[in-house]
């Protein structure tokens, strides 16, 4: 019988590895997603694994706009954004084990050739670094019913190879009913509205070329694929026809699930994973996903995000906390991005156009004069705003600055001769060297003062959230700032970790990230106490 966590140690692992071609981008960690929601709502106990085939160790140092937001899971770890999809679809939290990179491998293995380990064997590629990568992919699905590893990249990357060629040594070893390749493929348009196959039928050659046949293939295109689109698919790609699914594009990537249900994915993959008669029957199967992300909501909101990295994927998990408040509060939140240089240069037009502020973590100096200036307006024009990281920091320096009379106040990270460092570099920073993982990361828990907006979002007198951070609120700072009525109403012994102004509609500052741990059906409570804001700004004003 299952436990009550839902895990069936009687059925054994079932791993789904979900592969790419064609184009990278394409959405396969979100089909993986969808698929992992599935199962969880018929009753397994489900987990995921994303390898990213670069060499960096962790996504820690990448930049944003290249590589998309750096997610830190609750172990402290930065990884890849596709970890966030995987837990806000999964409602589960994961560790460093749960992201699989070519830089751990390696550091693995080479560590482990150093220390005498292989016994004077010449290391290699086969067997010692496909070992490694099949370990750390078990490891991480032990105390779980099915594991879905994404292997990022497109199939015929070189830097992808020794993970296929490890799910090909995978498929050997565990028994056929065990393991699922899934293949998601783009299938575009011709110029007269005709559904191209040949793209999905070169990627599966590359495939099978190496030794690996998809079981599953999934097709991105704008719309559902025609009968006869997959009937081709089948025949040249040599899967049956009822393997072949469609993932067209919806307006929420909430909907996919939902799509990929109608479709029958789920019920295939259960078939075919003999797993199909342990799922729980359709009528007791947990419906809350739908209900929720299919909420008629009753008006709609106008939030800017005020950052510097013109790439949606780098604010991915704000967009969605925003998403998630509002389907709490049954309100479409129209995320505006504006550019924080544009507002330095004292174009504040933008702003006047919108119902809320956020603005974001980050690193370097570029840009942060703008977010200083989104804030004093905000601040000053009774908008409400959300300050994140960076954001939380750089309201202690509008505040010192422009109600302190404080000139030149600012953070010691952007600016090293500051007269005035109300934000200073963590005493524990002081003497590393390396920058990669580093930081203060993870979870991490505040206290709350009562009778604050604090409390009250959160409805208690503490709460856990995520940091990514070297810098802080420098301590000699503090009392000038609280007499002047900006008050830190979450602490983490001296160190401060949230802010509020009374007098204000909402002006709220997180140190922490709670970006992080949003998810559909438990909203943060930082991004819900802002959008209530706003609703409840424009009642006053309906009234």
Same mark, same amino acid.
């Given at each position: 019988m299952p436990t009550e966590t839902g895990y069936d140690p009687t059925?054994?692992?079932? #791993?789904?590895?979900?592969?790419?071609?064609?184009?990278?981008?394409?959405?396969?960690?979100?089909?993986?997603?969808?698929?992992? *929601?599935?199962?969880?709502? &018929?009753?397994?106990?489900?987990? &995921?694994?994303?390898?990213?085939?670069?060499?960096n160790v962790d996504a820690g140092t990448m930049n944003p706009f290249q590589h998309g937001e750096v997610y830190v899971l609750k172990d402290g770890a930065e990884v890849d954004l !596709?970890?966030?999809?995987?837990?806000? #679809?999964?409602?589960?939290?994961?560790? &460093?084990?749960?992201?699989?990179?070519?830089?751990?491998?390696? *550091?693995?293995?080479?560590?482990?050739? *150093? &220390?005498g380990d292989y016994l004077g064997k010449t290391v290699q590629i086969i067997p010692h670094v496909t070992d490694d990568i099949k370990r750390r992919i078990r490891e991480a699905a032990e105390g779980t019913d099915v594991c879905i590893v994404e292997v990022g990249g497109t199939v015929g990357d070189i830097e992808g190879m020794p993970y296929l060629e490890a799910l090909r040594q995978f498929a050997h070893e565990e028994d056929e009913e065990d393991m699922l390749l899934t293949?998601?493929?783009?299938?575009?348009?011709?110029?007269? $509205?005709?559904?191209?196959?040949?793209?999905?039928?070169?990627?599966?050659?590359?495939?099978?070329?190496?030794?690996?046949?998809?079981?599953?293939?999934? $097709?991105?295109?704008?719309?559902?694929?025609?009968?006869?689109?997959?009937?081709?698919? /089948?025949?040249?790609?040599?899967?049956p026809t009822d393997a072949v699914f469609s993932n067209p594009d919806v307006e929420d990537i909430y909907h996919v699930p939902l799509v990929v249900e109608e479709e029958g994915l789920d019920q295939y993959v259960m078939d075919e994973l003999g797993i199909a008669d342990r799922a729980l029957p359709a009528s007791e199967r947990d419906n809350d996903w739908r209900e929720l992300v299919t909420r008629e909501t009753t008006g709609e909101v106008e939030v800017a995000l005020v950052g510097k990295y013109g790439l949606e994927d780098a604010y991915i998990s704000i967009h969605e906390s925003l998403k998630h408040a509002g389907l709490d509060q049954r309100v479409d939140v129209n995320t505006t991005w504006i550019h924080s240089e544009d507002v330095a240069e004292g174009d504040l037009g933008a702003?006047?156009?919108?119902? $809320?502020?956020?603005?974001?973590?980050? #690193?370097?100096?570029?840009?942060?004069?703008?977010?200083?200036? /989104?804030?004093?307006?905000?601040r000053e024009n009774g908008v409400p705003l959300l300050g994140l990281c960076l954001g939380f920091q750089l309201s202690v320096v509008e505040y010192a600055r422009n109600v302190l009379g404080l000139e030149g106040a600012h953070s010691a990270e952007l600016d090293e001769d500051t007269p005035h460092p109300v934000i200073d570099?963590?005493?524990?920073?002081? !003497?590393?060297?390396?920058?990669?993982?580093?930081?203060?990361?993870?979870?991490?828990?505040?206290?709350?003062?009562?009778?604050?907006?604090?409390?009250?979002?959160?409805?208690?007198? /503490?709460?856990?959230?995520?940091?990514?951070?070297?810098?802080?609120?420098?301590?000699?700072?503090?009392?000038?700032?609280?007499?002047?009525?900006?008050?830190?109403?979450?602490? /983490?012994?001296n160190r401060m970790e949230i802010l509020e102004l009374p007098d204000h509609p909402f #002006?709220?500052?997180?140190?922490?990230?709670?970006?992080?741990?949003? *998810?559909?059906?438990?909203?943060?409570?930082?991004?819900?106490?802002l959008v209530e804001a706003i609703v409840a700004a424009e009642q006053e004003v309906s009234a």
């Open positions: 059925l054994g692992n079932k #791993f789904i590895f979900v592969t790419g071609g064609v184009m990278s981008g394409l959405g396969k960690g979100i089909t993986a997603a969808s698929t992992g *929601r599935l199962l969880a709502n &018929a009753g397994f106990d489900v987990t &995921a694994v994303k390898i990213d085939p670069y060499l !596709d970890l966030g999809n995987y837990e806000r #679809f999964l409602g589960v939290d994961m560790t &460093a084990d749960h992201n699989v990179t070519t830089g751990k491998v390696y *550091r693995e293995v080479i560590e482990r050739e *150093r &220390a293949h998601v493929t783009l299938v575009p348009y011709s110029k007269n $509205g005709e559904q191209k196959t040949k793209p999905t039928q070169h990627s599966v050659k590359e495939l099978r070329s190496i030794g690996l046949q998809p079981d599953v293939l999934v $097709g991105r295109c704008d719309d559902k694929l025609d009968p006869e689109t997959k009937e081709k698919i /089948a025949l040249f790609c040599d899967v702003l006047r156009d919108v119902d $809320g502020v956020v603005i974001p973590g980050g #690193f370097g100096s570029r840009g942060t004069e703008g977010k200083i200036e /989104a804030i004093r307006y905000a570099l963590l005493p524990e920073q002081y !003497d590393l060297e390396d920058l990669g993982g580093t930081m203060r990361l993870g979870a991490h828990e505040t206290e709350i003062e009562p009778d604050t907006l604090a409390a009250d979002l959160y409805g208690a007198d /503490a709460c856990t959230e995520r940091h990514r951070h070297r810098y802080e609120v420098n301590p000699e700072y503090i009392d000038q700032l609280e007499d002047a009525n900006l008050m830190f109403s979450g602490t /983490a012994g #002006f709220f500052g997180t140190q922490f990230h709670p970006e992080f741990r949003s *998810r559909p059906g438990r909203p943060s409570p930082p991004f819900v106490g």
